[in-house]
Nanobody, 122 residues
Framework: QVHLVESGGGLVQPGGSLRLACAASGSIFRINNMGWYRQAPGKQRELVATVTSGNTTNYRGSVKGRFTISRDNAKNTLSLQMNSLKPEDTAVYYC????????????????WGQGTQVTVSP
């Protein structure tokens, strides 16, 4: 079993910054793509940013230039530095990862964290 645990959410004023972290643990042989997603009340979950095992990144347009995704492959961790936060960034943020759990099994399985709340409000 694999567990993803997010941390770092909270309440911040517009223009402020937060740094989210995600730690993966359990039966991990290798992690491929990792990403952050978010879901605001009444809306569908949406992609925020992804990073491959080779550190190629991808961002949704509305966060480009404000958010930075990074990972530490040795520690199986993922981070999201969020700057210049706006009220529309308010959502529950989820960590996601494609994990290979065994050297004898070449398949990757997708896992989600439990989410961390980010609220941007005056």
């Amino acid at each position: 079993q694999v567990h993803l645990v997010e941390s770092g959410g909270g309440l911040v004023q517009p223009g402020g910054s937060l740094r989210l972290a995600c730690a993966a643990s359990g039966s991990i042989f290798r992690i491929n793509n990792m990403g952050w997603y978010r879901q605001a009340p009444g809306k569908q979950r949406e992609l925020v940013a992804t990073v491959t095992s080779g550190n190629t990144t991808n961002y949704r347009g509305s966060v480009k230039g404000r958010f930075t995704i990074s990972r530490d492959n040795a520690k199986n961790t993922l981070s999201l530095q969020m700057n210049s936060l706006k009220p529309e960034d308010t959502a529950v943020y989820y960590c996601n990862a494609d994990v290979r759990t065994d050297s004898r099994d070449s398949r990757y399985y997708n896992y989600w964290g439990q989410g961390t709340q980010v609220t941007v409000s005056p």
